[in-house]
């Protein structure tokens, strides 16, 4: 098994910045991309950033301007750097991986339990 933890969320104003983290541990063998999914009430989750295990990242073009994902492979660990951040950015942020364990080797998705993200005034 795979876990991932978030962390790095909470309430931030208008204009502000958060940067979330995102752990994996376990019987971890291998991880291919990691990213970021949000879901604001009422809607669909969608993607926020992608990175691959190279380095390769892919953002959602609604907020590739605002927001820059990296990861350390050496922590296992994804982040997120969201900055001018605005309402519309209210949402619970969800870590994803793509990864294999060494009990079958066999990659799957997983997924953190989410932290969420409010920005208001």
């Known amino acids: 098994q795979v876990h991932l933890v978030e962390s790095g969320g909470g309430l931030v104003q208008p204009g502000g910045s958060l940067r979330l983290s995102c752990a994996a541990s376990g019987n971890i063998f291998s991880i291919n991309a990691m990213g970021w999914y949000r879901q604001a009430p009422g809607k669909q989750r969608e993607l926020v950033a992608t990175i691959t295990s190279g380095g390769t990242s892919n953002y959602a073009y609604s907020m590739k301007d605002r927001v820059t994902i990296s990861r350390d492979n050496a922590k296992s660990t994804v982040y997120l750097q969201m900055n001018s951040l605005k309402p519309e950015d209210t949402a619970v942020y969800y870590c994803?991986?793509?990864?294999?364990?060494?009990?079958?080797?066999?990659?799957?998705?997983?997924w953190g339990q989410g932290t969420q993200v409010t920005v208001s005034s």
């Open positions: 994803n991986a793509k990864a294999a364990s060494d009990s079958d080797y066999v990659p799957i998705n997983y």
